[in-house]
C-alpha cells in the first residue's frame, strides 16, 4: 500500500475533497498505482494528511464513482482495471489510447463497400439505397478487446482497404487524404450486450456497454462519417468540462 504524496492548500477556493480527488487521480491515471493495487484507507488517509474522515471519504468515493477505484467486501479498495478517459474532444479512440500510453490494436471485423444503410446514408445527406462504405472493427486496449466500431462512409472511400484499417485510426485515414473531421454531434447512452457482443468483448451477461453515435463534419459542413460505437463500461469512460454561462 503506497502512501501518495498529497499537497492541501487550505487557503485555496477549491474545496478540499476535490484537491485530494483531484491529485489521487492523477496518481492512476499516470500510472503511480497500477491496477490490482490496494489502497491507503480513509482512517490512514485522514491522520496522515490532517484531513477529516467524511472529506477523505467524498474523495474517495469520487474516484469509485469514476471507475477508478473498486470497493470488494473482504478485501478492501484498489485501483480498477485501467480505463480509457476519453475527453468530449473530436479524437479517434485510437489517438485516446495511445495519448493513454495504451498499445491499439485493429482486428477488421468486416468492410462493405456496397452497404445499404437508410438512417446512415440520411446522415451522410446522400439517398436511400447508396452504396455506402461500412467498416466494423474490433478495437484492443493492449491485450483487452474494449470496443466494437462501426462506422459508415461516403461511396468516395470506397477504396479504403484492410490493411490502413489494421494499422491507423480512421482519423489518420481520412486525414491523409485531406479530409479533416472538424465537428462531430455525439450521443452518449448505455444499454445491455447482445449475445455476439459479450462474446466479442469477453463480457458476462450482466455487464453493461457505453455506447455512442457520432455525427462528423469537416469544416464546410459536409457530412463526413457516421459511427455507431459500443464499449465495455468497466474500461471505458468520458469526462466532460462543464462551465458557468
Not at 456496397?114 to 451522410?124: G, K, M, P
Not at 484499417?165 to 455525439?186: K, M
Request: with cysteine; glycine share 6%; charged share 25%.
Amino acid at each position: 500500500m503506497v502512501a501518495l504524496p498529497v499537497s492541501i492548500d487550505r487557503a485555496s477556493p477549491v474545496p478540499l475533497y476535490h484537491q485530494l480527488a483531484e491529485q489521487l487521480t492523477s496518481a492512476i491515471t499516470d500510472g503511480s498505482l497500477r491496477p490490482g493495487d490496494p489502497f491507503e484507507n480513509e482512517i490512514a488517509m485522514s491522520d496522515r494528511l490532517g484531513l477529516s474522515r467524511p472529506t477523505v471519504r467524498r474523495a474517495i468515493a469520487e474516484l469509485v464513482n469514476q471507475g477508478l477505484l473498486v470497493r470488494r467486501r473482504g478485501i478492501g479498495t484498489t485501483v480498477a482495471s485501467q480505463m480509457v478517459h476519453r475527453k468530449a474532444e473530436l479524437t479517434s479512440l485510437y489517438e485516446d489510447l495511445e495519448r493513454e500510453g495504451r498499445t491499439p490494436r485493429t482486428e477488421v471485423l468486416s468492410l462493405d463497400c456496397e452497404a445499404q444503410d437508410d438512417r446512415a446514408a440520411t446522415v451522410l445527406e446522400l439517398p436511400p439505397g447508396t452504396p455506402l462504405v461500412s467498416i466494423v472493427r474490433l478495437r484492443y486496449a493492449d491485450d483487452v478487446p474494449l470496443a466494437i466500431m462501426r462506422n459508415w462512409l461516403p461511396p468516395a472511400l470506397n477504396d479504403l482497404t484492410l490493411e490502413q484499417l489494421t494499422h491507423e485510426g480512421l482519423y489518420a485515414v481520412l486525414r491523409a487524404r485531406g479530409i479533416r473531421p472538424t465537428v462531430a454531434r455525439q450521443r452518449i447512452g448505455a444499454r445491455n450486450a447482445t449475445a455476439d457482443e459479450r462474446r466479442t468483448l469477453h463480457m458476462s451477461k450482466a455487464e453493461p456497454l457505453v455506447t455512442m453515435t457520432r455525427s462528423a463534419y469537416a469544416a464546410d459542413g459536409s457530412p463526413i462519417e457516421y459511427g455507431n460505437h459500443c464499449y465495455r463500461a468497466d474500461h471505458y469512460s468520458v469526462d466532460v468540462v462543464v462551465s458557468e454561462r
